[in-house]
């Protein structure tokens, strides 16, 4: 799929950009280059090929879910300033 100047100015002017007309022949070319490999990439059979997350077949070693540290939250919000049911409570910034 080929896009012209014309294309290029009307896709430019819904988008806000300002392209000089020099540039639009040569923005034109790049997005025709970009569709052609979309559509090159779209011709690609991948029926047999299953959906991966992460193309090494890794798996994420986790550590063991102990706890490591004492609770110290009532001892550390008796030094603030407010606080109230296990929450700090802080001026409002946006009205």
């Known amino acids: ?18 392209i000089s007309e020099s540039e639009a022949d040569e ?3 790049r997005i025709s ?3 052609t490999l979309v559509d ?7 029926e047999n090929v299953e ?5 090494l077949d890794v798996v994420q070693r986790l550590r ?3 706890v490591t540290e004492i609770d110290q939250r009532d001892a550390l919000q008796t030094m603030a300033p407010n606080s109230e ?3 700090y409570l802080v001026p409002k910034v946006i009205g």
């Open 33 to 35: 280059d970009i569709l």
């Open 27 to 29: 923005v034109a070319s």
């Open 64 to 66: 063991p879910d102990v």
């Open 1 to 18: 799929m080929a896009l012209d100047k014309s294309e290029v100015k009307k896709i430019a002017q819904l988008a806000r950009l300002n």
């Open 51 to 55: 959906p991966l997350s992460h193309p």
């Open 40 to 46: 090159k990439m779209q011709a690609v059979d991948t």
């Open 85 to 87: 049911a296990g929450l």
